[in-house]
């Protein structure tokens, strides 16, 4: 992606009464908070931030939701590719948010100056709730409270037709910042893993429709794990709806892996690239000489709680049997000796020794394939 050492960052001001983007009036930090966005009515060659009120909660308190929205030229809005970048959606997955605020600051210096064909509509945090409980599900007061995990009820439902708050709140996600695809043509979610395990950069991609396995591919992640992905989640229910789109999971939660976040980010350069949204546009090379492809997961559990000592990393090849681990008691008793499986790679490694009885504490990939 070709660069420049411009600084430049236009906010959208108050559009006029013709505008499809709807504006409240209200500003937060400076920038105008909206209740739906239309990309067509932004001006061409402009970065802007908004705030999207996704919800209420109890009390009337707004869950405000930040989005950037890269418009290129005029004649991209139609010749162009719309691309989602999106990260956080479980809030103790925090690798994602410095990738999409990395790719809009190198898009600041590009945008202004007509480097960009397309539209770029960029999510660093879709579940803020989560983020502020500092852990992975959304929150909701009702009662004594429900946790609700955002990433298996997309895209969401209205209140009048029955949902609950987080689903009103998936709902106006689709529905108000994606327009229900209108803004969008080809995604990415960005994750980690949940809080307590370690694993490496990997895809989760749904080969059936055509684009996801470029799209996959284009990451040259360490794993693409190849399958039809999770019922109400950003990735499938964009699948679904014919639009290529990938999960990139960034390594552990909780813990900033430079590594890994410079490298979702390298791919998002190679991406836009590959969609020809640069000037310097030219055809990708890919190189999966590092990356296993794998069909399948086969999950280790264990039968005692105590703690968990393992014996194997993310990306270590295993034999079926093979000696992966052991939980003993605060006596220092071998409770258990865990065993791999399956002959594959591993995958993820839990990291927090303290284990309950029947928590799954490793993955190993198998099958791998070709395709």
């Known amino acids: 992606m070709k660069l420049r050492h411009a600084a430049v960052l236009a906010t959208v001001g108050i559009a006029g009464a013709a505008a499809k983007t709807v504006y409240t009036g209200d500003t937060l930090s400076g ?3 909206i209740s739906a966005l239309d990309i067509t009515d932004l001006p061409a060659n402009t970065i802007s931030r908004f705030w999207i009120s996704a919800a209420q909660a109890q009390g009337g308190t707004n869950w405000f939701v930040p989005v950037f929205v890269a418009r290129g030229t005029n004649e991209s809005l139609h010749s162009g590719r719309k691309l989602s970048l999106s990260a956080s959606i479980h809030g103790d997955e925090l690798n994602g948010i410095p990738v999409v ?4 600051k190198a898009l600041n210096e590009t945008v202004p100056e007509g480097g960009l064909n397309g539209t770029i509509v960029g999510i660093p945090t879709l579940n803020p709730n989560g983020n502020i409980f500092n852990q992975r599900n959304f929150f909701s007061s009702s009662s004594n409270g429900f946790w609700t995990n955002l990433n298996r009820v997309m895209p969401g439902e209205t209140v009048e037709d029955g949902g609950a708050i987080a ?4 709902y106006n996600i689709w529905n108000q910042v994606w327009e229900n695809l209108s803004n969008i043509d080809i995604a990415v979610d960005f994750h980690t893993l949940s809080t307590g395990s370690n694993g490496p950069l990997w895809a ?3 080969y059936r429709l055509p684009g996801v396995g470029r799209l996959a591919e284009l990451a040259q992640p360490d794993v693409i794990k190849i399958d039809p992905g999770e019922p109400g989640s950003v990735e499938t229910t964009f699948v679904k709806n014919g639009v290529p789109a ?3 999971e960034i390594g552990p939660a909780k813990t900033w892996n430079q590594t ?3 490298r979702a980010e390298a791919f998002v350069y190679r991406l836009l690239d590959d969609l020809s949204m ?3 546009a030219t055809p990708v090379d890919v190189d999966l000489s590092q990356t296993y492809k794998a069909t399948n997961i086969s999950s280790v559990s264990v039968t005692y709680s105590g703690f968990a000592q393992f014996d194997v990393v993310p990306l270590q090849d295993v034999e079926e049997g093979q000696v992966v681990g052991t939980v003993f008691n605060a006596w220092g008793d071998v ?3 865990l065993t791999a499986p399956v002959s594959g790679r591993v995958l993820t490694v839990r990291v927090d020794p303290a284990v309950e009885m029947g928590a799954g504490v490793l993955d190993v990939l198998y099958n791998a394939t070709s395709t």
């Open 31 to 33: 920038y105008p908070v």
């Open 335 to 337: 409770l258990e000796t």
């Open 101 to 104: 605020g990395r790719v809009f």
């Open 167 to 170: 689903n009103a709140y998936a």
């Open 246 to 248: 990938i999960t990139l």
């Open 204 to 206: 989760y991609a749904d």
């Open 260 to 262: 890994l976040i410079s």
């Open 278 to 280: 640069t000037e310097s």
